[in-house]
C-alpha cells in the first residue's frame, strides 16, 4: 500500500513537472511575439528615417519627414500590436474564414462572398485620388515591412494565435484597406433588418398594431440647440426608443438593434466657459478584446493629427489636429432596400423588369474550407444588387414562392471614395474644409460633429439614395422590383444630406436621434437608433450658460435614464404603496419590497445600485407579457425592450392598451394587471439568477461589459486569459450607453458601447482626453493588453498631446527605423 501511494506521488509530481514545463513553453513560444519598441531598425520602403515615439499608454506618435513615410510607419505599428486582427478581418471580407476555421464559418464567408465587397474594393482603388493612393501604398509597404521581420526572424509567427491556426499570411495590399472600410459599412448596416422584421410582423399584426410594435420615431428632429435663454419655453417631448438571433459563427452583420450608436457633440466658444470649442465624441461598437479602435498619433506635412484609428486602415477616424476636432456617430440614413425579383417561371435564370425578362449575372467563386473538400457558390446578381439566399437573415420567411430577394446598398459600387474623404478629413484645417471633404464620402453613413478654433458644425456625411417618391412601401420593407417606381434611381446630392453650421444657440449633438423631420424620399429613414438618451442631453446641455471640458465628460458619463423615469411611474400607477404591510417571506412583500425600492430610486442606473437590475428585469418581463400571445413564435425577434411600444400601450395611444388584454384568456386584463404579473415574472427570474436579497444585488453584475477575443474567447480555459471582463455602469438608454445583449442566462451583460472617448477643447487643444476599453496591445502577454480598459471602466482618460517631446518624457520605447542606402 506504501508503495502504492509513493507511485502516485510520484505521478502527480511528474505530471505536475510536466505541466509547468509545459506551461512555461507555451509562454516561450508566445511571449517571442511581444514587439520590442526600443529599437532601431534598418527598413526597406523609406525614404528618411521615422520615429515611432509610444508613449507609457503604448500610443504611438509617429513622425517623419514626409507623409508617405508616416503612413508607413503607422502600418508598421498597427502590424507590430493588433497583426492577428488585421489578418482576421481582411479573411472575413475575403469571405476566406473557412479556410482557417472549418466549415463553422461557411454561412460567414458566404455572406461575405455574396455580397462582394472585396472585389468591389479592389475595384474602387482607381477611383482614389493621388493622395490617398500614396497612403494606402505606404501603409501596406509598412505592414509588410514587419511581416518580413516577423518571416525571417520568426517572432514567435507574430501573433499567439498563428500557433493555433494557420500561419499563412500574404501580404498587405493597398485594396485591403479600402476592403476594411467596407467590412465596417457591414457591422453598421441595420435597416435590412429592420425591414424583414417589419415585413414578418405586417404578415402578423394588422397595421395599426405594426405601429404600435415598430413605431416610428416620435417628435421632431433635433440637431441645433436653441438659443439658452428661449429653452425653457419648450415643452418636453411626449415620448420616449428598439431589437435579435443567433448568428452563425464570426457574422459580421450586426443583430437588430446593434448597427451603430454613438455620441458627438460639440459647444461654440459663446457656450464655452474658456472661450475655445469644444467637442466630445464616443462611437459605440461591439466590445472585443482587443477593441476595434487603436490610439496613435501622426505629424504629416499638414500638421499633426491625433486620435482613434482601426488597425487595418491608414485613418485617424476620429481626432483632432492642432485647429480643428472631428468625431462620428452612426447617421442612421436608409441606404439599404430589399427587392422582391419575380423568377420567370420558363426560366429560372432569368427575373422579371419593368422592361421584361433580363438575364440574371451568376459568377461561380470557390470557397476552400480547412481538412475538407472545398465547395462551390453560384454567385447571382441582378440591376438592383446581389440575390440573397432565403436562410440568410430569414429571408425565406417573407419571400413568395417564385421569387428571389435582391438587396440594394449604397456601399455595393466600385465608386467609393470613402476613403479619399476620410484622408482629407484629417487635412482639414477648419469646419468648411471638413464638410467638403465630406462629399467624397459614401458608405457607411456617418453624422460628423466638427470644430474648429472659431465655429462648431453637424454634417451628414454618405450618399443618400435616389427613391422615387411613389414607391409602394417607401423602403420601410422590401418592395417589387418589376414595378419601377421601386427602383433607386440618381442619388440625392452631398447638398441634400442635413447640415448645422454655427446654430445660434452654440450647440449641436447627436445621439443617433432624430435629426430632420422632412418628407419621403428626403426623410434620411423612419428608424433611428435612439428617443431618449436625446432627452437627457438636451436637460444637460441647456442645464449650464456655459460648458467646460468636465461638464462633457460629466454628459459622457451620466448615467440617468430618461426611460426609467418616464416609464415606471405610467406601468406602476396603480401599483405604489397600496394595501397593508405584508409578511415578511411573502410574494405580496417581495413586490411591496421591489415596489419601494424602486419608488424610491431616481433612475440612475449605477453598477452599485439594485434598483437598476429589479426595473430591468421588470420592463424585459413587461414587454415579453405584451406582445407574446399576439406574436408568437416572433416575439423572439424583440431582445429588448422598446420604450415607446411600452409607453404607447400605457398611455393607450391609438387604443394601443389592447396590447394588454391576453388573446387566450375569457378574462379582459387590464394594463395594471399585466404590470403586476410581469412583475412576478421578474422576482422570479432574480430568485433563480441572483443571490442575496433585493436591497443587495447590484447592477454591476449582471451588467458586465465582456471584451471577448474573437477566436479564443470561447475556448475552454484560454477564454479566461484572452476575454475581459468589467462591472459597468450605464444602460440601454443612457448616454454612457451600454446595450445589453437581450440574449442568454444574463440578457443584461454589457457587449455594445463606447470603445472609443474623446474630449477635444480647443481652449486648450493639449489638454485634450484619449481613451479606449481595452488596451493597445493585442497580445494576451502584453501589459498593454488591458491597461487602457481600466481607465475606461472609471471613466478616466488618458491625455494626448501633439507636443513630441511629452510624448518621448514618458515613453515606454522609441522605434528608429532607418532606410536602407
Known amino acids: 500500500m506504501g508503495r502504492i501511494i509513493l507511485w502516485m506521488i510520484r505521478g502527480i509530481a511528474a ?34 528615417p521615422v520615429e515611432i515615439v509610444r508613449n507609457n499608454a503604448n500610443i504611438p506618435h509617429i513622425l517623419g519627414e514626409n507623409d508617405s513615410d508616416v503612413f508607413f510607419g503607422l502600418g508598421y505599428a498597427h ?78 509567427r507574430g501573433a499567439p494565435e498563428f500557433f493555433l491556426f494557420s500561419n499563412e499570411i ?75 438571433q443567433d448568428r452563425p459563427a464570426m457574422w459580421p452583420s450586426p443583430r437588430r438593434g446593434f448597427a451603430g450608436a454613438s455620441n458627438g457633440w460639440a459647444a461654440a466658444p459663446t457656450r464655452s466657459a474658456a472661450g475655445g470649442t469644444l467637442l466630445a465624441n464616443d462611437p459605440h461598437l461591439g466590445f472585443s478584446a482587443p477593441a476595434i479602435w487603436y490610439l496613435a498619433r501622426l505629424e504629416l506635412q499638414t500638421g499633426g493629427v491625433i486620435g482613434g484609428t482601426i488597425p487595418g486602415m491608414p485613418l485617424i477616424l476620429a481626432g483632432r489636429s492642432d485647429s480643428f476636432g472631428y468625431g462620428i456617430t452612426s447617421s442612421y440614413l436608409d441606404d439599404q432596400d430589399l427587392h422582391l425579383e419575380q423568377l420567370n417561371p420558363d426560366n429560372p435564370d432569368e427575373i422579371r423588369t419593368p422592361d421584361g425578362f433580363t438575364p440574371i449575372t451568376t459568377r461561380a467563386s470557390i470557397v476552400r474550407i480547412k481538412d475538407e473538400a472545398p465547395i462551390t457558390l453560384t454567385l447571382q446578381w441582378t440591376p438592383n444588387g446581389p440575390i440573397l439566399p432565403p436562410e440568410m437573415y430569414d429571408l425565406g420567411l417573407i419571400t413568395p414562392v417564385g421569387h428571389a430577394m435582391s438587396l440594394s446598398w449604397t456601399l455595393l459600387t466600385e465608386k467609393d471614395r470613402s476613403m479619399s474623404a476620410g484622408i482629407g478629413l484629417m487635412r482639414a484645417k477648419t469646419v468648411m474644409e471638413g464638410i467638403a471633404a465630406g462629399a467624397d464620402y459614401v458608405a457607411p453613413s456617418q453624422t460628423l460633429t466638427m470644430v474648429d478654433k472659431d465655429s462648431i458644425a453637424m454634417k451628414v456625411i454618405g450618399v443618400m ?107 406602476a400607477a396603480d401599483l405604489w404603496f397600496t394595501g397593508e404591510a405584508a409578511p415578511a417571506g411573502t410574494q405580496d412583500r417581495n413586490r411591496q419590497d421591489a415596489l419601494t425600492l424602486l419608488a424610491n430610486w431616481n433612475g440612475e442606473m449605477n453598477e452599485h445600485m439594485p434598483e437598476p437590475l429589479i426595473y430591468s428585469a421588470w420592463m424585459r418581463a413587461l414587454q415579453s407579457r405584451l406582445i407574446r400571445d399576439e406574436l408568437g413564435p416572433l416575439a423572439t425577434a424583440f431582445k429588448h425592450v422598446d420604450p415607446v411600444f411600452v409607453e404607447r400601450v400605457y398611455r393607450d395611444v391609438d387604443t394601443a392598451s389592447v396590447w394588454c388584454d391576453v388573446i387566450q384568456s375569457a378574462a379582459r386584463e387590464t394594463c395594471s394587471d399585466i404590470a403586476l404579473v410581469a412583475l412576478d415574472d421578474a422576482l422570479l427570474w432574480l430568485s433563480e439568477n441572483a443571490r442575496g436579497k433585493q436591497e443587495s444585488l447590484r447592477w454591476g453584475d449582471y451588467h458586465l461589459a465582456v471584451h471577448k477575443h474573437a477566436t479564443l474567447g470561447e475556448v475552454p480555459f484560454l477564454k479566461w486569459f484572452v476575454n475581459i471582463r468589467q462591472s459597468t455602469s450605464g444602460g440601454d438608454n443612457t448616454l454612457l450607453r451600454g446595450l445589453t445583449s437581450g440574449v442568454g442566462k444574463n440578457p443584461f451583460q454589457n457587449v455594445h458601447g463606447a470603445a472609443y472617448r474623446g474630449i477635444y477643447d480647443f481652449s486648450d487643444p493639449d489638454s485634450s482626453l484619449f481613451v479606449i476599453s481595452t488596451g493597445q496591445s493585442g497580445h494576451p502577454l502584453s501589459r498593454h493588453y488591458d491597461d487602457l480598459g481600466e481607465l475606461w471602466r472609471r471613466g478616466e482618460f488618458t491625455p494626448m498631446s501633439l507636443d513630441p517631446e511629452l510624448a518621448r518624457a514618458a515613453a515606454v520605447g522609441i522605434t528608429h527605423l532607418i532606410p536602407i542606402n
Not at 455574396?114 to 482614389?128: F, H
Not at 438618451?533 to 461638464?551: F, G, K, N, P, Y
Open 15 to 48: 505530471l505536475v513537472v510536466i505541466a509547468v514545463l509545459l506551461s512555461g513553453m507555451v509562454y516561450y513560444l508566445a511571449s517571442q511575439s511581444l514587439p520590442d519598441y526600443d529599437v532601431t531598425r534598418e527598413t526597406p520602403g523609406i525614404t528618411a
Open 79 to 156: 502590424a507590430q500590436d493588433r497583426l492577428w486582427q488585421m489578418i482576421i478581418m481582411r479573411r472575413t471580407v475575403q469571405g476566406r474564414l473557412s479556410e482557417v476555421f472549418g466549415r463553422r464559418t461557411l454561412k460567414t464567408d458566404e455572406l461575405l462572398r455574396r455580397l462582394d465587397l472585396y472585389n468591389l474594393a479592389r475595384a474602387s482603388l482607381e477611383y482614389q485620388d493621388d493622395d490617398t493612393k500614396m497612403a494606402l501604398e505606404a501603409y501596406a509597404s509598412g505592414v509588410n515591412a514587419y511581416l518580413s521581420r516577423v518571416n525571417t526572424e520568426a517572432l514567435g
Open 170 to 244: 500574404s501580404p498587405w495590399q493597398p485594396a485591403d484597406s479600402l476592403a476594411i472600410l467596407k467590412l465596417m459599412g457591414l457591422q453598421l448596416a441595420g435597416h435590412l433588418e429592420d425591414e424583414v422584421l417589419r415585413a414578418r410582423v405586417s404578415l402578423t399584426l394588422p397595421e395599426d398594431r405594426v405601429r404600435d410594435i415598430l413605431p416610428d420615431m416620435p417628435g421632431h428632429g433635433i440637431a441645433a440647440l436653441p438659443e439658452y435663454a428661449s429653452f425653457f419655453d419648450q415643452a418636453a417631448p411626449q415620448f420616449a426608443s428598439l431589437g435579435e
Open 465 to 571: 439614395p435616389g427613391r422615387n417618391p411613389r414607391n409602394q412601401t417607401q423602403g420601410r420593407i422590401p418592395s417589387p422590383a418589376w414595378n419601377a417606381v421601386n427602383l433607386w434611381g440618381t442619388p440625392l446630392s452631398y447638398s441634400a444630406n442635413p447640415k448645422f453650421v454655427q446654430p445660434t444657440g452654440g450647440i449641436v449633438g447627436n445621439t443617433n436621434n432624430k435629426i430632420i423631420d422632412r418628407p419621403f424620399p428626403e426623410h434620411m429613414s423612419f428608424n433611428w437608433g435612439d428617443s431618449q438618451r436625446i432627452q437627457r442631453w438636451q436637460r444637460l446641455m441647456q442645464a449650464r450658460e456655459v460648458h467646460t471640458r468636465d461638464s462633457f465628460i460629466e454628459a459622457q458619463l451620466d448615467t440617468v435614464s430618461v426611460t426609467a423615469r418616464t416609464l415606471l411611474p405610467l406601468v
